[in-house]
């Protein structure tokens, strides 16, 4: 996956239960980013974090919740508040010296 | 606001052919302008990328130009063969240091 591991590859999700996604990079990349992809559709961004301990809200981060206690990591929790979560999570990080994103392989979430 | 428009949204060409994806952006302060491409059910792949110091970049079959006046930029793909069909996203970034991205271009190469 190029540095950047994203887990589990598919998820299945119960209705009213939150999961975590998991993101963790070894570029040594300052600023991660969360992404959500639904069938035929472009990439929109929940969350992103450019420093540990700090990340700010994209434009659809209702209904998701992140963290970003180390510089390696930055887990995405898919919360109950999210009505229609089912859809490809892209992980990407990036370092502020350059400008380029690396993306994860991605998870695949599905309500059951 | 930030935002960027992608256009065709879907493009099929024969084998061999020419293909042009463009993209318009909001912002005049934006400095990058990176392509990446999709297959079905994989990551996003870097492919070519621009800053706004240059007016075109090219990378054997792969070609991107930048017209910071009229805030639009383009991806030509020559010789289009069949492993080209994928989906393309055009992004630009913004100040706050994050990529806002085109809807994607479906391009179809038929043999």
Known sequence: DGGITQSPKYL????????????????????????????????????????????????????????????????????????????????????TSEYGYTFGSGTRLTVV | GENVEQHPSTLSVQEGDSAVIKCTYSDSASNYFPWYKQELGKRPQLIIDIRSNVGEKKDQRIAVTLNKTAKHFSLHITETQPEDSAVYFCAARYNTDKLIFGTGTRLQVFP
């Open chain 1, 12 to 95: 299945f999700r119960k209705e009213g239960q939150n999961v975590t996604l998991s993101c963790e990079q070894n570029l040594n990349h300052d600023a991660m980013y969360w992404y959500r992809q639904d069938p035929g559709q472009g990439l929109r961004l929940i969350y992103y974090s450019q420093i540990v301990n700090d990340f700010q809200k994209g434009d659809i981060a209702e209904g998701y919740s992140v963290s970003r206690e180390k510089k390696e990591s930055f887990p995405l929790t898919v919360t109950s508040a999210q009505k229609n979560p089912t859809a490809f999570y892209l992980c990407a990080s990036s370092a």
